[in-house]
């Protein structure tokens, strides 16, 4: 099995490919609720029948030819800030790091796929790539899933589909999203236009780190809300059409703003450029902005192409449980900015200068969609 | 199964109640459940009629709850954690849920993948009734390339002696 450390050096898989739209689109996740047929769900079972549960499906989901050499551990062997850097990672949820014993997970190698042991359901899984790539991160995940259903029992109903502790999840027990950054649409001032158009279709749409999180670094996160009544294609297929049509909103937006307000775009780019490089003091909220606006600059043509995906590494490594575990101690609010501006220096030091007269306007890869 | 109180009759009345943290369980015939009050819409508590078996003891006025037989998740409980505790609850008070669901979701009928143990031949789960609600609302609203899609997908799912 794979050690945290390892778990912790080695980047996940999606970070190192260049999935569709991956200017727009960071990653695509897609997760599955699951529950045995017969014990109590986690949160309502005694402590016991939570660790029977626990010990049942442990062995069964890392002996997964999927989980080979992967990392697998119970909650209540990990300390706080391992616990938390699993959440910065988007390995594990906020809920389940919450929890210490009866509780587990288990992460493959490449760190695409993370199954929850006792969250919420008694099990999650999650998938996950780069880019726009839901159909692909739920054909992944529908192989464990079939893997599991010859294993297992799940708890299932005729009517009412997979059965889950919270009615909302009801039926696939399916969740998709894809996490899109949004600059152009954020300095455009249109981006609570797009929000309001996409929850009255019956989509939710969340900050980085899921629900009630603040949108940092223009990221977002869309996903369906209902999970009963359509079949899993299906919910993926509208998801993926809705997104499309907001990643033609932003290139439109970007293209406008260069087309309209070069300036604007130049000060705020060359802003945080001059931020990322020299701070000395950097909350996290201000690294985050500013990191979303030099990847901005990267995607317009100002900055080096390839500084994207260093981009996305840092706004994982900059999180408090990542700069702590690096560092190796407990550390103050306080110290925790005069670190994390200095891991900025150092991971951004060899970036030439912006080139304003490099400007373009985003290209459409595609025709656009009618 | 034989009625608790009588032991002569089947029992046909099935209840479950969550005392002190213990289930309890009684099995009653139609005249015993009738006779203990279980009629009564103000209820009964199950506890002290399993104490007051035979010596005719006024019934409690206690409203009984609904619990899951396999967990012991109230009907209270689930109202107000809105989480429910295990697969066998969706029996227990899955009957009055339809209104949430219809809140929460697209629809009240799943129709998507199903688990090897529940796909029972002869059984599709309701989806090709559903498939054809479908198809007859695309072919009203005349969006006849979802309804060829609607009509193959029907196809596949019936046998070709029953097919439409
Ligand atoms: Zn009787
Ligand atoms: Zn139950």
């Known amino acids: 099995m794979m050690k945290f450390a390892t778990l912790l050096r080695k980047p996940p898989e999606w970070m190192l490919l260049d999935g569709p739209h991956r200017d727009i689109v960071i990653t695509s996740r897609v997760r599955l609720a699951r529950n045995l047929d017969g014990p109590a769900f986690p949160g309502f079972a005694k402590k016991e029948d939570r660790t029977t549960v626990m010990q049942e499906l442990q062995p069964v989901v890392e002996g997964l030819p999927e989980m080979k050499d992967g990392f697998s551990e119970d909650l209540g062997g990990l300390d706080a800030i391992r616990k938390q850097v699993l959440v910065e990672k988007h390995l594990i949820s906020r809920e389940q790091a919450a929890k210490s014993g009866g509780s587990a997970a288990v992460i493959n190698r490449d760190q695409s796929l993370s199954i929850m042991i006792n969250e919420e359901d008694h099990l999650r899984m999650q998938s996950i790539r780069s880019g726009l790539d839901l159909r692909v991160a739920y054909a992944a995940l529908d192989r464990v899933d079939e893997e599991l259903d010859g294993l297992v029992k799940f708890a299932f109903h005729p009517r009412f589909g997979y059965l889950t502790a919270c009615p909302t999840n009801l039926g696939t027990g399916m969740r998709a999203s894809a996490m899109l950054h949004l600059p152009g649409l954020v300095l455009s001032e249109q981006v609570n236009q797009v929000i309001a158009a996409v929850n009255k279709i019956g989509l939710a749409v969340r900050g980085l780190y899921g629900e009630g999180t603040e949108a940092l670094a223009n990221l977002f996160q869309i996903s369906n809300q209902h999970t009963l009544g359509e079949r899993e294609p299906e919910i993926i297929a509208r998801l993926e059409r809705v997104i499309e049509q907001i990643i033609n909103h932003e290139r439109n937006a970007r293209r406008k703003l260069v087309e309209d307000q070069p300036h604007k775009v130049l000060d705020h780019v060359g802003r945080a450029y001059a931020a990322l490089r020299y701070a000395h003091i950097l909350e996290s909220k201000e690294a985050l902005t500013q990191l979303s606006m030099l990847r901005l600059g990267s995607d317009l043509g100002i900055l080096p192409s390839d500084l994207g995906r260093t981009i996305d590494t840092l706004l994982v490594e900059i999180q408090p449980a990542h700069l702590q575990i690096n560092s190796q101690r407990k550390l103050g609010p306080e110290e925790r900015d005069v670190l994390r501006a200095e891991t900025l220096r150092q991971r951004l030091a060899g970036v030439p200068e912006p080139r304003p007269e490099s400007l373009q306007p985003p290209v459409d890869p595609e025709p656009p969609v009618i | ?164």
């Open chain 2, 1 to 164: 199964m034989q009625c608790d109180v009588c032991k002569q009759n089947k029992a046909t009345v099935f209840l479950t109640q969550i005392e002190k943290g213990k289930m309890q369980k009684v099995n009653l015939c139609e005249t015993c459940a009738h006779a203990k009050g279980v009629a009564d819409p103000k209820g009964f508590a199950l506890v002290e009629m399993l104490h007051g078996f035979g010596h005719g003891e006024k019934v409690a006025t206690q409203p009984q709850e609904r619990t899951c037989p396999n967990c012991g998740m109230t009907q209270t409980t689930f109202r107000k954690t809105g989480r429910l505790g295990c697969g066998a609850c969706y029996q227990t008070f899955g009957e009055g849920m339809d209104q949430l669901l219809k809140a929460m979701h697209k629809g009240v009928r799943h129709t998507g993948r199903v688990p090897a143990w529940a796909k029972v031949v002869g059984r599709d789960n309701g989806r090709v009734e559903d498939l054809r609600v479908r198809l007859e609302e695309a072919v009203a609203a005349e969006r006849y390339e979802e309804a060829g899609r609607l009509r193959d997908e029907i196809r596949q799912l019936t046998p070709p002696e029953t097919a439409v």
